[in-house]
Nanobody, 121 residues
Framework: QVQLVESGGGLVQPGGSLRLSCAASVNINSIYVMGWFRQAPGKQRDMVATSTIGGTTNYADSVTGRFTISRDNAKNTVYLQMKSLKPEDTAVYYC???????????????WGQGTQVTVSS
């Protein structure tokens, strides 16, 4: 079972940037899909971005053009670069592995513990 450890969350002002990191315990060249979900208080957990082993990326409409997902195979790490952050981006962000590039919850094979992102002035 792969272990995922997120880092990089914190408090940022609206319009600011953050980069989240997700370090995997295995060679990520063996993982078909890695990505990020987020969950705001009182809301369901939703997909933010995914990246396949072949380089295909998918983004939620709400973050397209502002967030960028990338994989560093040498470091076994996936990143989420977030720019132009908005208060509605406030959530716990979870790294995950999956069997599909736009996964349902049942298609998630592993979760990280989550990292809090708060966008507020």
């Amino acid at each position: 079972q792969v272990q995922l450890v997120e880092s990089g969350g914190g408090l940022v002002q609206p319009g600011g940037s953050l980069r989240l990191s997700c370090a995997a315990s295995v060679n990520i060249n063996s993982i078909y899909v890695m990505g990020w979900f987020r969950q705001a208080p009182g809301k369901q957990r939703d997909m933010v971005a995914t990246s396949t082993i072949g380089g295909t990326t998918n983004y939620a409409d709400s973050v397209t053009g502002r967030f960028t997902i990338s994989r560093d195979n040498a470091k076994n790490t996936v990143y989420l670069q977030m720019k132009s952050l908005k208060p509605e981006d406030t959530a716990v962000y979870y790294c995950m592995t999956a069997y599909s590039s736009i996964p349902t919850m049942k298609q998630i094979s592993a979760w990280g513990q989550g990292t809090q992102v708060t966008v507020s002035s």
